[in-house]
């Protein structure tokens, strides 16, 4: 199975900052990388699919890149909805894995 | 708008049986790819199963191959997960999800808003 490290866990941050989330797969998994957005109590949200496609109604604020291992999820102006856990998960082979999450705090 | 309800969760001792249910609308259901995601409470997600547009084409996780069974109905736009043998570490929130293709890519929006499945004695 391939395993997805997410750093960091977590991180404290305020409106109006850049954040970055990193996401690491054991072995390449070329650009089948997603991002989601988990606010406390509500399902999951599709925000990036294939490293760097942005979903249908999702600001444009949210940027994804990355190909092989290495991937980033940029939040270029945290604004307050954002506050929430991001999970990332690879889509490149059977099963489909997501990394641990990185909580997103003020 | 799309729209995915989960129902059929609750409380079930081990080795029993639940059988969720997904209602869908808002989009042409037969034509996409399903899935169903699951989260042990304060945990991350795990991927159950999915299930192709047409119903030909499935996976499931090796923690419920042989216990679960995922169909679809696609003449009332209803996704289905049946659990038999049920254990404790199955308990999480289910939520079912729309996957971007007709064939599973694993890539899934929206997500329905979950039923919570608790196995315990």
């Known amino acids: 199975d391939i395993q997805m490290t997410q750093s960091p866990s977590s991180l404290s941050a305020s409106v109006g900052d850049r954040v970055i989330v990193t996401c690491r797969a054991s072995?390449?998994?070329?650009?089948?990388l997603n991002w989601y957005q988990q606010r406390p109590g509500r399902a999951p949200k599709l925000l990036i699919y294939?490293?760097?496609n942005l979903q249908s109604g999702v600001p444009s604020r949210f940027r994804g890149s990355g190909s092989g291992t290495d991937f980033t999820l940029t939040i270029s102006s945290l604004q307050p909805e954002d506050f929430a856990t991001y999970y990332c998960?690879?889509?490149?082979?059977?099963?489909?894995?997501f990394g641990g999450g990185t909580k997103v705090e003020i | 708008e799309v729209q995915l309800v989960e129902s059929g969760g609750g409380l079930v001792q081990p080795g029993g049986s639940l059988r969720l249910s997904c209602a869908a609308s808002?989009?042409?259901?037969?034509?996409?790819?399903m899935s169903w995601v699951r989260q042990a409470p304060g945990k991350g997600l795990e991927w159950v199963s999915a299930?192709?547009?047409?119903?030909?084409?499935?996976y499931y996780a090796d923690s419920v191959k042989g216990r679960f069974t995922i169909s679809r109905d696609n003449s009332n736009n209803t996704l289905y997960l049946q659990m038999n043998s049920l254990r404790v570490e199955d308990t999480a929130v289910y939520y079912c999800?729309?996957?971007?293709?007709?064939?599973?890519?694993?890539?899934?929006?929206?997500w329905g808003q979950g039923t919570l499945v608790a196995v315990s004695s």
């Open positions: 999800a729309k996957d971007l293709n007709t064939y599973s890519r694993f890539e899934v929006d929206p």
């Open positions: 808002g989009f042409n259901f037969g034509t996409f790819a």
């Open positions: 299930l192709s547009g047409g119903g030909d084409t499935t």
């Open positions: 072995q390449s998994i070329s650009t089948y």
């Open positions: 294939t490293a760097s």
């Open positions: 998960q690879q889509s490149y082979s059977t099963p489909p894995t």
